[in-house]
């Protein structure tokens, strides 16, 4: 029977094909009694996967480079200890044996015991170790399933399976996304999720049709279910009758057709009817995607969220392996500005090759971006010895992430210089004028900005970020996602203020969160007087045709009107009217 799904719309398009439903591993874990000649054998299987993970730990530690903080090690030893201890290596056998139960569930049983006495010690740090022994779980747990994981059973689905197909799962994580890009699916759906969580970006730079916090599809849909995904309008029809189908066929094709007509603008200037001329650049998450953006017209890289070169690994790149990352987009924009932000880990970007035994009690408001870089400063100064020996190459910029205080920027740029004495030192090249720009995305530093034009080159509004921090909503929770206002008036507010704060001090000032890339913001932003848009290069040529079809002379006094408006219908109307093309 057909019925319709509701959700979050995050990337647009339609997409047509057969469902795929993912499990997280804890989830999967399956209950059952053993038969009695069988218990010896279970018991078996749960020793096996034990010792599996001894030697995947061992294999671990003994791979950890020279350069590798000490903390890994250390880090690695601990779960080896964990995994040693009678308590997970051997309880588990006595209670298949005592209850007769499958070893996954005896695992799960001794977990949660573990769990319930490490919430009970009053030292915090004592405490804070019942993640480790999960983690420890979560690894044998995909021991005893198999090796593969379901991202990796989705794959080999994929390539298995004629024609499209749709994943549906109650959450993927930006590295999960990852691995799409490598594999085309033809869209996804989540039950959880907010509009602008990184893997919802991610989804829109590879133009994959998706649609987030529809609750629960996941439980409603079933393998291979005929599925229509309408990432405009946030709806997907499970099981579609065929005139439907067809209907939805037609909407495809046309929409297809208008992204052609769009090509034709690709080597088009990108500038207003009054003659301003307007820097349209794209973000990216891997050295590969500068191909997609020079294919979209791209005049330069925006922002390279460096972060993902961090994910799906258990090592940190090297330096030479960032170098030569780095290089590689330098030279594919040939000259064309390349801006590399520094690791901006945390939140919802998490790496197990960067992971912290402290887990943050709010993670967005934690140890993330720049305080990430400070606190851990032999991978920093890696990294940004990796983009300086990249500047040799072309145009590159730094782009130091989250910054809120003076003293961040003082310290980020005393590191910059003692990279740039060892390279010298070394012999090493690199270009000695390496613009050095700041995320606005903290509102502290959108109020403070006299304190970062004055020791800055220029300035990128993250105005994900900025939107998050300024009206207290989780980017990554549906549940307050309807909270998550781009247009509340002091979100316009703290946006204008630094597009002007930076005029006035002679510092240029772009956007490079997800509002570059909407074609209902891109008058609103002109008006406010910006000149540079960094968005995801699927997006580019649309809202370079709504550039050159503007007047911002004259945006600029109707975007005064809306900055004096507070009454949100009133504010709402204002804007659409901009957009009456
Ligand atoms: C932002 O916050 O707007 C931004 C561009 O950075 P990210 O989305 O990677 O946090
Ligand atoms: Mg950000």
């Keep these: 029977m057909s019925f319709t799904l509701h959700g979050i719309p995050v990337s647009?398009?339609?997409?047509?094909?057969?469902?795929?439903?993912?499990?997280?591993?804890?989830?999967?874990v399956s209950h059952y009694l053993v038969e009695a000649d069988r218990v010896q054998g279970e018991i078996e299987r749960y020793r096996a996967a034990v010792q599996a993970v001894q030697e995947e730990l061992r294999t671990l530690h003994d791979s950890l480079s020279a350069s590798a903080p000490g903390e890994l090690g250390t880090f690695l030893d601990l779960h080896s200890m964990i995994l040693a201890d009678p308590?997970?290596?051997?309880?588990?056998k006595r209670i298949i044996e005592e209850r007769r139960c499958n070893a996954e569930?005896?695992?799960i049983q001794q977990m949660d015991v573990l769990v319930a006495q490490f919430e009970e010690i009053e030292d915090a740090y004592l405490r804070e170790r019942k993640h480790d022994v999960t983690q420890v779980v979560e690894r044998?747990?995909?021991?005893?399933?198999?090796?593969?994981?379901?991202?990796?059973?989705?794959?080999?689905?994929?390539?298995?399976?004629?024609?499209?197909?749709?994943?549906?799962a109650h959450d993927l994580s930006p590295a999960d996304m990852l691995v799409f890009k490598e594999h085309q699916f033809a869209g996804f759906v989540t039950d959880v999720g907010g509009p602008t969580s990184h893997t919802a970006i991610l989804a829109r730079s590879l133009a994959l049709p998706a649609i987030v916090a529809l609750h629960h599809a996941r439980e409603m849909i079933e393998e291979d279910d005929w599925l229509i995904l309408d990432g405009h309008a946030g709806v997907l029809i499970v099981a579609p009758d065929d005139a439907v189908l067809e209907e939805y066929r037609l909407k495809r094709g046309a929409l297809e057709l208008e992204k052609k007509k769009l090509k034709r603008l690709k080597h088009a200037a990108a500038t207003t009817l009054d003659g301003f001329e307007v820097e349209l650049h794209a973000n990216i998450e891997l050295p590969e995607d500068a191909k997609t953006a020079r294919d979209a017209g791209a005049t330069g890289i925006g922002l390279f969220r460096t972060e993902f070169l961090f994910m799906n690994r258990k090592e940190i790149p090297s330096e030479d392996e960032q170098y030569e990352a780095y290089r590689k987009v330098v030279e594919v924009m040939k000259g064309y500005p390349v801006t590399i932000r520094t690791l901006d880990i945390g939140a919802d970007k998490e790496a197990e090759s960067v992971q912290r035994e402290h887990t943050a009690l709010t993670p967005a408001l934690g140890l993330r971006a720049i305080r990430y870089c400070l606190a851990e400063p032999q991978i920093f100064l890696g990294q940004l010895r990796a983009i300086l020996r990249a500047s040799h190459h072309g145009k590159v910029k730094i782009l130091l992430p989250m910054i809120a205080h003076a003293h961040e920027v003082t310290q980020a740029l005393q590191f910059i210089a003692l990279a740039k004495s060892q390279l010298e030192e070394e012999g090493k090249r690199y270009a000695p004028d390496v613009a050095v720009g700041g995320m606005i995305e903290i509102p502290a530093a959108a109020l403070s900005l006299g304190l970062f034009v004055k020791k800055l080159d220029y300035l990128s509004i993250g105005t994900n970020d900025l939107i998050q921090y300024t009206l207290a909503i989780d980017r990554a929770d549906d549940e307050v996602a309807h909270l998550y206002d781009p247009l509340h008036p002091a979100v316009l507010y703290l946006i204008s203020q630094t597009i002007r704060g930076g005029a006035k001090a002679g510092v240029p000032v772009a956007v490079c969160g997800e509002m570059a890339g909407e074609l209902r913001m891109t008058r609103m932003l002109l008006g406010m007087g910006l000149k540079q848009f960094s968005m995801h290069p699927a997006q580019l040529l649309s809202v370079k045709q709504r550039i050159v079809t503007s007047n911002m002379t004259e945006l600029e006094e109707q975007v005064r009107r809306i900055l004096r408006t507070e009454d949100p219908e009133r504010l709402r109307d204002l804007v659409d009217a901009l957009n009456v093309v």
């Design 12 to 28: 647009g398009g339609i997409a047509i094909g057969r469902a795929h439903l993912i499990t997280p591993v804890s989830l999967d």
């Design 105 to 107: 569930w005896a695992l």
């Design 140 to 168: 044998i747990l995909k021991a005893l399933i198999g090796a593969k994981s379901p991202m990796e059973s989705a794959l080999a689905k994929a390539e298995s399976q004629e024609g499209a197909m749709l994943v549906v």
């Design 87 to 92: 308590m997970l290596s051997k309880e588990p």
